[in-house]
């Protein structure tokens, strides 16, 4: 019922820009957070940013004042601009959304996934 669409991964070199977009779709009363979480090689999974539906933020302290996150509640989609990109920021992203699917109920969906990859 709740799908995630990931767009915008690739390849850039240290110091470039790239930004992920992730879309909702299906059956939901509303999105609350989302967010993105980061798989990096050799790392555990790692929470990059969330954003509430106020567009309320918080970051990893490895990517403060590099990346920003938003999200548009009408489109349903969050955002990731990620500027200053270090070899390190190097992972497969996923986004993830908690939607409300009822006064009680809370799913949380995942994008399959975007490739992150930073040369030096």
């Known amino acids: 019922q709740v799908h995630l669409m990931e767009s915008g991964g690739g390849l850039v070199q240290a110091g470039g820009s790239l930004r992920l977009s992730c879309t909702a779709s299906g059956s939901f009363f509303r999105i609350n957070t989302m967010g993105w979480f980061r798989q990096a090689p050799g790392k555990h999974r790692e929470l990059v940013a969330s954003?509430?539906?106020?567009?309320?933020?918080n970051y990893a302290d490895s990517v403060k004042g590099r990346f920003t996150g938003s999200r548009d509640n009408a489109k349903n989609t969050v955002y990731l601009q990620m500027n200053s990109l270090k070899p390190e920021d190097t992972a497969v992203y996923y986004c993830?959304?908690?939607?409300?699917?009822?006064?009680?109920?809370?799913?949380?969906?995942w994008g399959q996934g975007a490739q992150v990859t930073v040369s030096s």
């Open positions: 954003i509430t539906t106020s567009n309320t933020t």
């Open positions: 993830y959304a908690e939607a409300q699917l009822s006064f009680t109920h809370t799913y949380t969906a």
